[in-house]
T-cell receptor, first 115, second 114 residues
Framework: GAVVSQHPSWVICKSGTSVKIECRSL??????MFWYRQFPKQSLMLMAT?????????EQGVEKDKFLINHASLTLSTLTVTSAHPEDSSFYIC???????????FGPGTRLLVL | AQSVTQLGSHVSVSEGALVLLRCNYS??????LFWYVQYPNQGLQLLLK??????LVKGINGFEAEFKKSETSFHLTKPSAHMSDAAEYFC????????????FGQGTELSVKP
Protein backbone atom coordinates (compact mmCIF):
# COMPACT_ATOMS: atom_id res chain seq x y z
CA GLY A 1 0.00 0.00 0.00
CA ALA A 2 0.82 3.73 -0.03
CA VAL A 3 2.00 3.96 -3.62
CA VAL A 4 2.60 7.31 -5.26
CA SER A 5 3.18 7.73 -8.97
CA GLN A 6 4.46 10.62 -11.03
CA HIS A 7 4.05 11.37 -14.69
CA PRO A 8 6.03 11.90 -16.75
CA SER A 9 9.19 10.31 -15.40
CA TRP A 10 11.28 12.60 -17.58
CA VAL A 11 10.59 15.49 -19.89
CA ILE A 12 12.64 17.67 -22.21
CA CYS A 13 11.21 20.98 -23.28
CA LYS A 14 12.21 24.20 -24.99
CA SER A 15 12.85 27.35 -23.03
CA GLY A 16 9.69 29.42 -22.63
CA THR A 17 7.26 26.53 -22.69
CA SER A 18 5.23 25.21 -19.74
CA VAL A 19 5.45 21.72 -18.33
CA LYS A 20 2.90 19.92 -16.17
CA ILE A 21 3.89 17.15 -13.77
CA GLU A 22 1.27 14.91 -12.21
CA CYS A 23 1.45 13.25 -8.81
CA ARG A 24 -1.06 10.56 -7.93
CA SER A 25 -1.70 8.52 -4.81
CA LEU A 26 -2.75 5.15 -6.20
CA UNK A 27 -4.15 3.33 -3.20
CA UNK A 28 -4.95 5.94 -0.58
CA UNK A 29 -6.49 9.36 -0.23
CA UNK A 30 -3.86 12.01 0.17
CA UNK A 31 -5.14 15.03 2.00
CA UNK A 32 -1.71 16.62 1.80
CA MET A 33 0.83 16.52 -0.98
CA PHE A 34 4.28 18.03 -1.04
CA TRP A 35 6.49 19.10 -3.93
CA TYR A 36 10.26 18.96 -3.68
CA ARG A 37 13.12 19.88 -5.92
CA GLN A 38 16.45 18.09 -5.85
CA PHE A 39 19.68 19.20 -7.47
CA PRO A 40 22.42 16.65 -8.25
CA LYS A 41 24.15 15.30 -5.18
CA GLN A 42 22.01 17.45 -2.91
CA SER A 43 19.17 16.99 -0.49
CA LEU A 44 15.51 17.63 -1.16
CA MET A 45 14.26 21.19 -1.01
CA LEU A 46 10.60 21.60 -0.14
CA MET A 47 8.89 23.88 -2.63
CA ALA A 48 5.30 23.84 -1.45
CA THR A 49 2.64 22.03 0.53
CA UNK A 50 -0.79 21.50 -0.94
CA UNK A 51 -3.97 20.43 0.75
CA UNK A 52 -6.89 19.13 -1.25
CA UNK A 53 -9.22 21.92 -2.21
CA UNK A 54 -6.99 24.69 -0.85
CA UNK A 55 -4.34 26.96 -2.23
CA UNK A 56 -0.83 25.66 -1.90
CA UNK A 57 1.53 27.05 0.72
CA UNK A 58 4.86 27.95 -0.84
CA GLU A 59 8.22 27.97 0.89
CA GLN A 60 10.18 31.17 1.09
CA GLY A 61 11.91 31.97 -2.14
CA VAL A 62 9.70 29.79 -4.33
CA GLU A 63 7.81 31.77 -6.97
CA LYS A 64 4.16 30.77 -6.82
CA ASP A 65 3.44 32.26 -10.23
CA LYS A 66 6.22 30.21 -11.76
CA PHE A 67 5.42 26.94 -10.05
CA LEU A 68 1.66 26.50 -10.18
CA ILE A 69 0.29 23.80 -7.92
CA ASN A 70 -3.19 22.36 -8.07
CA HIS A 71 -4.60 19.74 -5.70
CA ALA A 72 -8.08 19.27 -7.06
CA SER A 73 -8.77 15.81 -5.71
CA LEU A 74 -7.65 13.51 -2.93
CA THR A 75 -5.55 11.48 -5.34
CA LEU A 76 -4.07 14.04 -7.70
CA SER A 77 -1.83 17.06 -7.46
CA THR A 78 -0.15 18.81 -10.37
CA LEU A 79 2.88 21.04 -10.61
CA THR A 80 3.13 23.28 -13.65
CA VAL A 81 6.44 24.94 -14.39
CA THR A 82 5.47 28.00 -16.40
CA SER A 83 7.75 29.62 -18.96
CA ALA A 84 10.49 27.17 -18.13
CA HIS A 85 14.12 28.20 -18.40
CA PRO A 86 17.31 26.13 -18.27
CA GLU A 87 17.80 26.97 -14.58
CA ASP A 88 14.51 25.16 -13.87
CA SER A 89 16.10 21.92 -14.98
CA SER A 90 16.03 19.62 -11.98
CA PHE A 91 14.59 16.50 -10.43
CA TYR A 92 11.10 17.15 -9.05
CA ILE A 93 9.69 14.76 -6.47
CA CYS A 94 6.25 14.72 -4.91
CA UNK A 95 5.09 13.05 -1.74
CA UNK A 96 1.70 12.38 -0.22
CA UNK A 97 0.35 11.67 3.22
CA UNK A 98 -2.88 10.39 4.69
CA UNK A 99 -5.01 12.61 6.88
CA UNK A 100 -3.59 12.79 10.42
CA UNK A 101 -0.65 10.60 9.47
CA UNK A 102 2.98 11.49 9.93
CA UNK A 103 4.55 9.53 7.09
CA UNK A 104 5.10 10.91 3.62
CA UNK A 105 5.18 8.51 0.71
CA PHE A 106 7.27 9.61 -2.21
CA GLY A 107 6.79 9.38 -5.93
CA PRO A 108 9.58 8.19 -8.24
CA GLY A 109 10.42 11.70 -9.38
CA THR A 110 10.35 13.59 -12.66
CA ARG A 111 13.52 14.76 -14.35
CA LEU A 112 13.03 18.01 -16.23
CA LEU A 113 15.52 19.28 -18.78
CA VAL A 114 14.91 22.68 -20.29
CA LEU A 115 16.88 23.43 -23.44
CA ALA B 1 13.00 25.38 14.64
CA GLN B 2 13.92 21.89 13.62
CA SER B 3 17.07 20.77 11.88
CA VAL B 4 18.92 17.61 10.96
CA THR B 5 22.63 17.02 10.58
CA GLN B 6 24.04 13.94 8.93
CA LEU B 7 27.69 13.43 9.75
CA GLY B 8 29.61 12.32 6.72
CA SER B 9 28.44 12.98 3.20
CA HIS B 10 30.00 9.74 2.08
CA VAL B 11 30.52 6.45 3.91
CA SER B 12 32.28 3.44 2.44
CA VAL B 13 32.14 -0.05 3.92
CA SER B 14 33.11 -3.53 2.81
CA GLU B 15 30.47 -6.08 2.01
CA GLY B 16 29.53 -7.86 5.23
CA ALA B 17 30.74 -5.05 7.46
CA LEU B 18 28.67 -2.98 9.87
CA VAL B 19 26.87 0.01 8.42
CA LEU B 20 26.57 3.08 10.63
CA LEU B 21 25.06 6.29 9.29
CA ARG B 22 24.87 9.16 11.74
CA CYS B 23 22.02 11.58 12.24
CA ASN B 24 21.59 14.26 14.87
CA TYR B 25 18.55 16.46 15.17
CA SER B 26 17.33 19.51 16.97
CA UNK B 27 13.70 20.08 17.76
CA UNK B 28 11.74 22.22 20.18
CA UNK B 29 8.99 19.62 20.35
CA UNK B 30 9.10 15.82 20.58
CA UNK B 31 10.21 14.87 17.10
CA UNK B 32 9.13 12.29 14.62
CA LEU B 33 12.22 10.93 12.88
CA PHE B 34 12.60 9.12 9.59
CA TRP B 35 15.23 7.43 7.47
CA TYR B 36 14.68 7.27 3.73
CA VAL B 37 16.80 5.63 1.02
CA GLN B 38 17.16 6.90 -2.53
CA TYR B 39 18.55 4.86 -5.39
CA PRO B 40 19.85 6.71 -8.46
CA ASN B 41 17.19 8.55 -10.42
CA GLN B 42 14.43 7.35 -8.13
CA GLY B 43 12.22 8.76 -5.42
CA LEU B 44 12.62 8.11 -1.71
CA GLN B 45 11.69 4.89 0.01
CA LEU B 46 10.87 4.83 3.70
CA LEU B 47 13.28 2.63 5.67
CA LEU B 48 11.94 3.24 9.14
CA LYS B 49 10.41 5.84 11.43
CA UNK B 50 10.31 6.82 15.08
CA UNK B 51 7.04 8.22 16.36
CA UNK B 52 7.49 8.25 20.15
CA UNK B 53 6.91 4.55 20.72
CA UNK B 54 9.82 2.11 21.09
CA UNK B 55 13.20 3.84 20.92
CA LEU B 56 14.76 1.01 18.90
CA VAL B 57 13.06 0.93 15.54
CA LYS B 58 13.41 -1.87 13.05
CA GLY B 59 12.91 -1.18 9.40
CA ILE B 60 13.09 -2.87 6.06
CA ASN B 61 16.13 -4.59 4.53
CA GLY B 62 17.67 -5.32 7.93
CA PHE B 63 18.14 -1.71 8.97
CA GLU B 64 17.40 -0.36 12.42
CA ALA B 65 17.81 2.92 14.26
CA GLU B 66 17.83 3.94 17.89
CA PHE B 67 16.33 7.16 19.17
CA LYS B 68 18.53 8.63 21.91
CA LYS B 69 16.99 11.73 23.36
CA SER B 70 19.99 12.53 25.58
CA GLU B 71 22.25 12.57 22.53
CA THR B 72 19.61 13.99 20.14
CA SER B 73 20.60 11.22 17.76
CA PHE B 74 18.89 8.74 15.48
CA HIS B 75 21.72 6.76 13.90
CA LEU B 76 20.98 4.11 11.28
CA THR B 77 22.69 0.73 11.47
CA LYS B 78 22.79 -2.58 9.67
CA PRO B 79 24.91 -5.47 10.94
CA SER B 80 26.09 -6.69 7.54
CA ALA B 81 26.23 -4.59 4.40
CA HIS B 82 25.13 -5.92 1.04
CA MET B 83 26.15 -4.56 -2.33
CA SER B 84 22.51 -3.65 -2.91
CA ASP B 85 22.62 -1.25 0.05
CA ALA B 86 24.70 1.21 -1.96
CA ALA B 87 22.50 4.30 -2.22
CA GLU B 88 21.86 7.75 -0.79
CA TYR B 89 20.36 7.84 2.70
CA PHE B 90 18.43 10.75 4.14
CA CYS B 91 17.48 11.41 7.75
CA UNK B 92 14.47 13.65 8.30
CA UNK B 93 12.55 15.19 11.18
CA UNK B 94 9.00 16.45 11.45
CA UNK B 95 6.73 17.79 14.11
CA UNK B 96 4.41 14.85 13.74
CA UNK B 97 0.93 14.19 12.54
CA UNK B 98 -1.38 15.86 10.08
CA UNK B 99 1.15 15.54 7.32
CA UNK B 100 3.79 17.72 8.91
CA UNK B 101 6.64 19.12 6.85
CA UNK B 102 9.81 17.08 6.71
CA UNK B 103 13.17 18.68 7.30
CA PHE B 104 15.87 16.64 5.56
CA GLY B 105 19.50 16.20 6.35
CA GLN B 106 22.11 16.66 3.66
CA GLY B 107 22.21 12.99 2.83
CA THR B 108 24.90 10.33 3.14
CA GLU B 109 26.06 8.33 0.17
CA LEU B 110 26.82 4.75 1.13
CA SER B 111 29.27 2.79 -0.99
CA VAL B 112 29.75 -0.94 -0.48
CA LYS B 113 33.01 -2.51 -1.62
CA PRO B 114 33.17 -6.18 -2.60
Amino acid sequence: GAVVSQHPSWVICKSGTSVKIECRSLDFQATTMFWYRQFPKQSLMLMATSNEGSKATYEQGVEKDKFLINHASLTLSTLTVTSAHPEDSSFYICSASHEHQETQYFGPGTRLLVL
Amino acid sequence: AQSVTQLGSHVSVSEGALVLLRCNYSSSVPPYLFWYVQYPNQGLQLLLKYTSAATLVKGINGFEAEFKKSETSFHLTKPSAHMSDAAEYFCAVSKGNQGGKLIFGQGTELSVKP
